[in-house]
């Protein structure tokens, strides 16, 4: 496939950034994040606690670290391992960031879970991470919780960049886009230059249609199945609405006046759960100008090597999206309920990774002998 004819340029020509979803020490050493880059357009890398619970899990390429922090407390040992390994990536990705103006080339650095129902906790941490990697290209990563909510209003008023994750509702996405603003208006007010202060909003896609799907087929009419696959996309098509209503209002281009770039919509979660989709659904079909895209790297392969990218596929499609949502909820679906479920489901697997990371640490400490 010439280069002129990938798929992955033509989604990034169309205007999103795909950020890869995963992060190891081994693609770091083997030079495999540099190499997405160069051949997949990756301009951006997203991390979360189950990543790195699983590459430490898998191979020996963190012995060397292991044995170096032999004796460490296994949270400091795994604050140590997680920030060199994204220091590492945001090095890689530095080009990015100064050929973007800062816009892309981020790599980003989830607070424990366990904390996401605590704002003081929340903001501590953010600012440690944020100054344990020293690297004005990371995010630091909120839940976007009710306790997160007040959080990222004064992280980023602090000036530190933020990725929101966990969003599963447009409501809670309007509340997300007010904290940000908040926090520029806070940080303009302390003197902080804007134009450094990133952010995304993490809008989850794919665990939507698998709790939607599950409960149509509890339905199990024939009107019920046939909008399986759907919620996800229709959900995300209204937060992009809600994103375009709030960053052209008069509020947004004062704050864009002084240098801030928007907070832009990031789709997360896109990897396909259910084989009987195509494995690029939620890729083609969110295709808009100012979004990131996170992939996984099967999905990123699949979308290299048959991705269909045929332009925006979301702008004026508010309304339908809503016909969609109507039409499920009509079937006795409550979307509020789903995405209020989803929300304490993603703040539950993340404290079960992070759990996990730390038993394979402390493994991988006490197998050095120390």
């Known amino acids: 496939m010439t280069e002129t004819n990938r798929p992955t340029r033509h989604l ?12 190891s020490r081994e693609r770091l050493d083997t030079g495999n994040l540099a190499d997405l880059i160069e051949s997949h357009d990756v301009v ?8 790195f619970a699983g590459a430490l899990a898998a191979g020996n390429a963190y012995d060397g670290a292991l044995t170096e922090l032999a004796g460490t407390d296994v949270e400091a040992a795994v604050e140590t391992i997680t920030t060199d390994d994204v220091r590492a990536a945001a090095d890689v990705l530095r080009g990015v960031y100064d ?4 816009v892309d080339g981020r790599v980003s650095i989830e607070v424990d879970p366990r904390l996401a129902r605590d704002t003081a ?10 100054h344990t990697v020293d690297r004005p290209n990371i995010m630091i990563k909120i839940p976007a ?11 980023i008023a602090a000036g530190i960049s933020v990725n929101v994750t966990l969003i599963f509702s447009i409501d809670r996405y309007r509340a997300v886009m007010d904290a940000f603003l908040t926090g520029l208006e806070r940080a303009r007010a302390n003197g902080h230059d804007l134009a450094p202060i990133g952010s995304v909003a993490s809008f989850f896609v794919s665990r939507v ?4 799907d599950s409960a149509l087929n509890d339905v199990g009419t024939d009107t019920a199945l046939a909008l399986r696959g759907r919620a996800a996309i229709a959900n995300a098509r209204l937060a992009y609405a809600a994103y375009e209503d709030v960053f052209s209002s008069e509020r947004w281009h004062s704050l864009a006046s002084a240098g801030a770039h928007p907070q832009r919509p990031l789709w997360a979660s896109t990897g396909v759960k259910d084989p009987a989709y195509p494995d690029t659904l939620y890729v083609t079909e969110l295709v808009a100008p100012g979004v990131v895209n996170t992939m996984p790297q099967a999905t990123l392969d699949a979308v290299a090597d ?28 409550s979307m509020d309920e789903v995405t209020a479920r989803l929300e304490d489901e993603g703040v539950s697997k993340f404290e079960k990774s992070w759990d996990e990371l730390l038993a394979t640490t402390q493994t991988g400490l006490d197998a050095t002998g120390a």
């Open 12 to 23: 990034s020509e169309a205007g999103v950034s795909i950020w890869l979803d995963d992060l």
């Open 44 to 51: 951006g890398v997203t991390t979360n606690p189950t990543i």
């Open 99 to 102: 050929a973007t103006d800062g």
């Open 121 to 130: 906790a929340t903001v501590a941490t953010a600012r440690r991470l944020w």
């Open 145 to 155: 919780t009710v306790e997160g909510l007040p959080a990222i209003t004064e992280t």
């Open 209 to 212: 249609d698998a709790a939607v």
């Open 306 to 333: 048959h991705g269909e990218i045929t332009g925006d596929t979301v702008s004026g499609t508010a309304e339908e999206a809503t016909a969609t949502l109507h039409a499920v909820e009509a079937h006795g679906i």
